[in-house]
């Protein structure tokens, strides 16, 4: 029978006697004896009045509540940490008087200061002949192309597994050792080139996680690098 039909009986449906409840929550306020007259099945399997029901399902609520202001707490100290990682790099850039001491120092503090970050390398495309160092990476844009032009169609990060030559391309001889990675492409100046971190954890970097922090660090770079290089192409 519907819970909501009338009864034969003249008593309230189940429906009435919710909505009264709900409409009167004081009402066991008045009626104390009610609560442990009543009896309902525990998941378990045991009846319990509705007073210790109340109370457990308070508890189970405080509890679950409990866990999300932990889940909050620990969010914010690693966005706290990762704000005073990110500043610390951020300086470290600025301060950078050569091109090579940017690629070294980016690479170094983001492997050293940033979680399951395992290798990072800066590479541009340009002509090594006219542009570059003894430890800036600057490689052919034909190269480039033929190696990683999948990653840079369109343009954005790209997050995720990758392939063995792509990974040799990026990491070179930590190739083998790489589970998963991101790049970024770059263009400080007229030079395209690409930021790529890597992980040895194969489910850290994947397709669907945000890339901000990415975006920001190849802001960073694109604004700063070019001073600090020389000739034709900035």
Same mark, same amino acid.
């Given at each position: 029978?519907?819970?909501?039909?009338?009864?034969?009986?003249?008593?309230?449906?189940?429906?009435?006697?919710?909505?009264?409840?709900?409409?009167?929550?004081?009402?066991?306020?008045?009626?104390?004896?009610?609560?442990?007259?009543?009896?309902?099945?525990?998941?378990?399997?045991?009846?319990?009045?509705?007073?210790?029901?109340?109370?457990?399902?308070?508890?189970?609520?405080?509890?679950?509540?409990?866990?999300?202001?932990?889940?909050?707490?620990?969010?914010?100290?690693?966005?706290?940490?990762?704000?005073?990682?990110?500043?610390?790099?951020?300086?470290?850039?600025?301060?950078?008087?050569? @091109?090579?001491?940017?690629?070294?120092?980016?690479?170094?503090?983001?492997?050293?200061?940033?979680?399951?970050?395992?290798? @990072?390398?800066?590479?541009?495309?340009?002509?090594?002949?006219?542009?570059?160092?003894?430890?800036?990476?600057?490689?052919?844009?034909?190269?480039?192309?033929?190696?990683?032009?999948?990653?840079?169609?369109?343009?954005?990060?790209?997050?995720?597994?990758?392939?063995?030559?792509?990974?040799?391309?990026?990491?070179?001889?930590?190739?083998?050792?790489?589970?998963?990675?991101?790049?970024?492409?770059?263009?400080?100046?007229?030079?395209?080139?690409?930021?790529?971190?890597?992980?040895?954890?194969?489910?850290?970097?994947?397709?669907?996680?945000?890339?901000?922090?990415?975006?920001?660090?190849?802001?960073?770079?694109?604004?700063?690098?070019?001073?600090?290089?020389?000739?034709?192409?900035?």
């Amino acid at each position: 029978m519907d819970s909501a039909s009338p009864k034969k009986d003249g008593l309230p449906s189940e429906t009435e006697v919710a909505r009264y409840l709900r409409n009167h929550p004081g009402f066991f306020l008045n009626n104390e004896d009610l609560l442990t007259e009543l009896k309902i099945t525990h998941k378990t399997g045991k009846a319990v009045s509705l007073l210790e029901r109340q109370v457990e399902v308070l508890r189970e609520r405080n509890m679950d509540m409990r866990n999300r202001i932990s889940s909050m707490l620990d969010n914010a100290q690693r966005n706290d940490l990762l704000f005073e990682r990110s500043k610390t790099l951020i300086l470290s850039l600025i301060e950078a008087r050569r @091109a090579e001491e940017l690629s070294n120092t980016l690479c170094r503090h983001l492997v050293s200061d940033f979680e399951d970050i395992d290798y @990072a390398s800066l590479i541009l495309f340009a002509d090594p002949k006219r542009v570059g160092g003894n430890s800036l990476r600057v490689v052919s844009p034909e190269q480039a192309q033929n190696q990683i032009g999948n990653l840079l169609r369109g343009k954005k990060s790209v997050c995720g597994v990758l392939r063995g030559e792509e990974l040799s391309f990026l990491f070179g001889k930590h190739a083998d050792h790489i589970g998963s990675a991101a790049l970024m492409p770059i263009q400080p100046g007229n030079i395209d080139g690409v930021i790529a971190i890597a992980s040895k954890n194969p489910q850290h970097f994947k397709s669907s996680m945000g890339t901000i922090f990415l975006e920001y660090i190849a802001d960073v770079v694109n604004r700063t690098l070019p001073r600090l290089m020389k000739g034709p192409f900035l």
